[in-house]
């Protein structure tokens, strides 16, 4: 039977009844998986576990959608074609190390607890600084490839979290390669907030941070590197990211500023704030460039830098 489309696809069956078991409730939580376990507290103290959850959920496998009685997607599992399709994985672009001040574990003490927990991807973005500028790439680089190498499992990308010139903090990240050091280190000596007298405007630290977009998407276009990617981190916590900038940064290079965190409710740290207005504490990164949500992300990518896109989930890493 018919579902009121005008074209043709295939339907499965055998899909139509695969219900992630993070979803599945006659099943109970003792018999859960860890990584299960997760999904369903996530889900759960967001609440959202439930028929619609199976159909909107990120974690959901295909036929999820049909399962929960609901309209489906007209996309591939994995998006793209039948020749290249992508495949989505959940991943973390914003995670600290030794490296940074406010953290402690090694790269791959990080890297490991977070593929346990599900993870097929993760960015190590230890904090910019004048230091950092200096050593920081080099140093913490030879730990990114052993990881590399220990789990090849997971894809590693090696990043640093950007002091926007004015405004808050953003990862920035580069396809691994032989430039990815080299590359990183040349942006974060030119552009990094940190490194800047203090008696800039904001119109030049405006500018500043539109041109290091730039310079990413540049490394890009002379093939130094593969791809760059750019997502402002924690935009409202501090309240100095006004929307016009998120927009900027967003026309600088939209194949690099491709979004930021963000969570529906935020007020972590605004006493001001309801309770009700925080939704079980979801994180998911966001491309609107005008709302002021922000959290922890744990998103989800093809395995592609370029092509970087949603979910939330939380693992073990620092912050």
């Known amino acids: 039977m018919g579902h009121g489309h005008d074209h043709d696809h295939v339907h499965s069956s055998e ?81 600290h190390t030794q490296y940074s001040s406010d953290a402690q574990y090694r790269v791959l003490d990080q890297a490991k607890h977070g593929h346990a927990y599900g993870l097929d991807w993760l960015v190590i973005t230890d904090h910019g600084s004048a230091t950092h500028a200096k050593i920081g790439v080099d140093k913490v680089n030879p730990d990114i490839v052993k990881t590399r190498s220990s789990l090849p499992g997971l894809l590693t990308f090696q990043g640093l979290e950007w002091n926007i010139p004015g405004a808050e903090h953003a990862t920035v990240f580069v396809h691994p390669g032989k430039n990815e050091v080299d590359v990183l280190k040349r942006f974060e000596n030119a552009y990094d907030g940190s490194l800047l007298p203090a008696t800039n405007t904001s119109e030049q630290n405006e500018a500043l941070a539109i041109e290091g977009i ?106």
Not at 20 to 42: H, K, Q, T, V, Y
Not at 51 to 71: E, H, I, K
């Open 15 to 95: 899909a139509a009844t695969d219900v992630p078991e993070a979803l599945d409730l006659s099943i109970p939580d003792s018999e859960l998986s860890p990584a299960d376990n997760s999904r369903r507290g996530f889900l759960r103290g967001a609440g959202l576990l439930g028929a619609g959850a199976a159909a909107a959920s990120v974690f959901a496998r295909p036929g999820v959608a049909a399962a929960a009685g609901l309209p489906h997607t007209h996309d591939l599992p994995g998006g793209g074609s039948e020749k290249g399709g992508f495949k989505w994985l959940a991943g973390d672009h914003h995670i």
């Open 214 to 319: 730039k310079f990413l998407g540049e490394q890009v276009k002379r093939r130094k590197v593969d791809g760059a990617l750019f997502l402002a981190n924690h935009p409202a916590r501090r309240g100095i990211d006004s929307p016009h900038e998120i927009r900027n940064w967003r026309d600088a290079d939209p194949t690099v500023a491709i979004g930021f965190e963000g969570a529906p409710g935020l007020c972590i740290r605004d006493r001001a704030c309801s309770p009700r207005a925080r939704p079980g504490g979801s994180r998911s990164t966001r491309t609107r460039t005008s709302s002021t949500w922000t959290s922890r992300p744990r998103a989800r990518t093809a395995t592609s830098p370029r092509t970087a896109s949603t979910t939330t989930r939380s693992t073990p890493a620092s912050r």
